[in-house]
Structures are given as structure tokens and as C-alpha cells.
């Protein structure tokens, strides 16, 4: 059976990280802009697949994995490569990278025991700080000019600082929220349990 549209944009997705990384590292002439043209392409439909399941009530347990497993795929993939070209610090990377897996796997946690952690202000604003980021940093050394400085730093710089703080702050609002219900979620069910044994 064919996933329904939102699905199989984030599928799309998903097949899109290998096309954005054989022209990003490959010597293709070109290869960079088309790889821009794929990141943001890719990353532009990540905004798509949310809009049209809800708009058409088509949520479901694919697509919940689905979605963020593509958005983490893109990420990565663009941090790895950016790191590999020596455009990108792998100190930086990595904490992008553990914070994302880290909210993977705790929401997996919280959808074993039943609770939905939706995403916040702070996550969305997170993923438009690191496609902005990963845009600049490959158009950087076609289009901006290492005279583009503000206070001594390159733009990309002040993008890539934004987008490690927002992933930091993002996470840890994301832990903390988390902890919250998962905490109540406990409590709730430790207080049905005891009430129905005490019904028993």
C-alpha cells in the first residue's frame, strides 16, 4: 500500500540525503549549488508533510516516525559532510548531533509509555537555525566574501553560533517538558493502579 501525501514527503525526504551528499562532497562542477538546491528543497518539505496532516487528518504512527527520522537524516548528513570539507568544527557537529539522537531517544521513551511530547517553539526555531546555518555554510565559499565581517566574524559565523545555542536551549526545554510528563504520566498511573486494587 502507498503511504498517503504527508508520508511520502517525508519519504521523500529521506531519499533526498544521499542526492544533497554525492553532489555536496563529489567533484562535480556545480556540485554545491545543486546540493543547496536539494538541502533547501528537502528542507522546505519538512514544513509541508506537518501541514498537510493536519489539514487532511492523515496522522499516523508511520509518519510520526517518518518525519523526524528524515529531519535528523538531512541534518546529520549535512553536518558529517560539512565537517568532512573542513567547513564545519566537529566539536560543533557533534553536540547538534548527540542533542538530536537524545530527543530521539527520549521520545521513544515517552511513546513506549504512552505519552505524546509535542514539539515545541523553541524546536521549531531550532530547525530553521540549522538549515539556515547549513545554507550558509555551503554557499560560503562560492558567494560570501571573507570580507563580510561583523565585529571580526564572518556571518556564517553568527549563524552557526545561533543555531549550537538554540539546539542546547531547545533541548534542554525539551528534557524539562518531557520530565514533567512523563513524571505525571507516572504518577497517574500509579494512582489507577492503586485504585483498581483497591477495587480488587
Known sequence: MW???????????VLMVPVFMVF???????????ALVVFVVAAASDFLDGYFARRT???TVLGAFLDPLADKLLVTAALVSLVGLGDLSAWIAMVVI??????????????????????????K?????????VAALIIEPRWLSPE?????????????MLMLVLTVVSGIDYFVH????????VVATGRQALDKGEED
Request: net charge positive; proline share 4%.
Open 24 to 34: 555536496l562532497l563529489a567533484d562535480i562542477p556545480g556540485g554545491d549549488v545543486v
Open 148 to 160: 563580510w565581517t561583523l565585529w571580526g566574524r564572518t556571518v556564517t559565523w553568527y549563524l552557526v
Open 3 to 13: 503511504p498517503n501525501l504527508p508520508n511520502s514527503i517525508s519519504l521523500f525526504r
Open 57 to 59: 487528518q492523515q496522522i
Open 98 to 123: 548527540a542533542r538530536e539522537l537524545a530527543v530521539s531517544g527520549l521520545r521513544m521513551v515517552a511513546a513506549v509509555e504512552g505519552v505524546v511530547i509535542s514539539a515545541s517553539w523553541w524546536g
Open 125 to 133: 526555531v531550532k530547525t530553521v537555525s540549522q538549515m539556515l546555518a
Open 178 to 185: 518531557a520530565w514533567r510528563r512523563l513524571s505525571g504520566h
